[in-house]
């Protein structure tokens, strides 16, 4: 029979509130923010919603023995200003969720939030509520954030067709080095390209571009051709080319990129800072095509168990 | 220089996706759920969207040895159902949001996305997208919700008035027997309530009567006092208080009821289920009066430091 109580208030909990629930002001869509059960938005009607949720947890997407708090914080938006991103979608509102490991302390919550926070701050797009909460476990950060489409269809990933070009928005692979953590989120870009081109689809660069493509291609019904020598490759992904593997494998399949990849019947989109990678084909295989040679692309990748 | 892969997708995410895609589908509000890095809603024009997020932690608000992931994931779901209800919100949509313990299994994740989704369901309220990683930490789950208006105006903490009656919707205390685990969200009863009285302040209890008394009294800038004798004692709080508490002590600081507590200027609202407890004072102390005597009513709980 248990009866040890589960769900108390902690101390400190009252002046993290006391502390955020000024930050957090209506305006804009927001008609009421934080300080009730749940936040209040008016949103347009002409307009669509696009939500989406991703966290961030210690050891998995940051180390919080080496990360400040703030900038746990602002990955933690980042991310989800990056799925934004992905659809040509306009970041409206967020909200945050922090689980806190105890003795933490309040200092070290508020670098949390003022990571998000600033993050968000730089696309308009405010903290309106959250959930904040300590235990015997280690940090996670879970952010919740709300788009609208703004006069921009959404970008899915499924609607690539063959013979479409792809495209990605920058240098890739090496990014544990730290871009990881630092990446500016695409999003104007994403709006600027989804108004100035047909884009046939898009998703953001996290898992890594054979991944990410494979996704794509798995959600449109298509297959892929990528040229190896047209692949841009970072220069953290030289550095980290010490391990073995060549800076193309880094390129290829490290993750957390945060750029863009796109398809576009285009052939030439006329926008500075795009990569030209590769083609849709109608066959589903995915293939790197280095001169002659053309292999399977497989989407490498440390695996751990559910 | 670290340089080991932070974020890698893991074996058995694409098993779960593939299980999961097909679960969540277009209809309603939801034009796309799940598939791409956003769910695309429709929201209505002449409707307030209420959003909101509320996370169970291991240890915390559930005991991952002693209960069941289907469980957890119902209590992760209810929760903010409770919280659509304290704004007498009609549930629309929710995200779900989980990190699981490597190692825990695809069955496992199965489980609780189950729980969820039924918890949701019962609500009509579909799960349209979320984000599942595994870590080396704990289990936590999080739960995103939009609720709407759909005609009846938000109830808020803030406009309770000196004279309004106080209220609770069932009888409170010792839910750590099992009832935080599996009670039921009071959705219904909170849209009845908003549209048949002028309810002028509302919350869900979670974190106690005397707690979240003091929520609506600081929110409202007015005190309170409540009867000893009418607050309705549940037989668990009888049984709890084999402790040495009271069963009254026990009602009005345990926590996890997810009752409702409102106040109105009516006294007395013509639904069944009704307790009335008390009324709400100019002045803003909250007491409670036993008989003649009436000393100030203390939020007792277990604080842990942030």
Not at 44 to 69: C, M
Not at 126 to 144: C, Q
Not at 173 to 193: D, Y
Request: proline share 7%; glycine share 10%.
């Amino acid at each position: 029979l248990r009866v040890a109580p589960f769900n108390r208030a902690v101390a400190g909990e009252q002046d993290f509130l006391a502390w955020i629930t000024p930050r957090q002001k209506p305006g804009g869509l927001v008609e009421r923010a934080a300080g009730d059960d749940l936040a209040v938005l008016r949103w347009p009607g002409d307009e669509l919603l696009l939500a989406g949720v991703d966290q961030v947890l210690d050891t998995v997407h940051f180390d919080s023995r080496i990360h400040s708090p703030r900038d746990i914080g602002r990955k933690a938006m980042n991310r989800n200003l990056s799925d934004c991103a992905a659809m040509a979608a306009l970041p409206a509102a967020a909200l945050a969720t922090v689980a806190l490991p105890a003795g933490a302390g309040l200092e070290y919550a508020k670098e949390l939030y003022l990571g998000i926070e600033q993050a968000g701050a730089a696309f308009d797009c405010p903290l309106v509520g959250g959930d904040t909460g300590s235990w015997a476990g280690k940090l996670a950060v879970t952010v919740t954030i709300f788009g609208r489409s703004a006069g921009v269809r959404p970008i899915t990933r499924g609607s690539a067709q063959p013979g479409d070009t792809v495209y990605v928005t920058g240098a890739l692979g090496g990014s544990l080095l730290g871009r990881h953590m630092n990446f500016e989120p695409r999003v104007h870009l994403a709006r600027q390209l989804a108004q100035s081109a047909r884009l046939s689809s898009m998703i953001d660069l996290s898992d890594g571009l054979s991944r990410d493509l494979r996704n794509i291609c798995r959600c449109s019904g298509v297959g892929a051709i990528l040229d190896a020598d047209a692949i841009p490759i970072h220069p953290d992904a030289v550095i980290t080319a010490k391990d073995g593997r060549t800076p193309l494998e880094h390129a290829l399949h490290d993750g957390e990129d945060y750029e863009l990849l796109l398809t576009c019947p285009l052939p030439v989109i006329p926008l500075p800072g795009l990569y030209k990678i590769g083609v849709i084909t109608a066959d589903t295989g995915i293939f790197l095509r280095d001169g002659t040679a053309q292999k399977p692309l497989e989407p490498l990748a440390w695996e751990h168990p559910l």
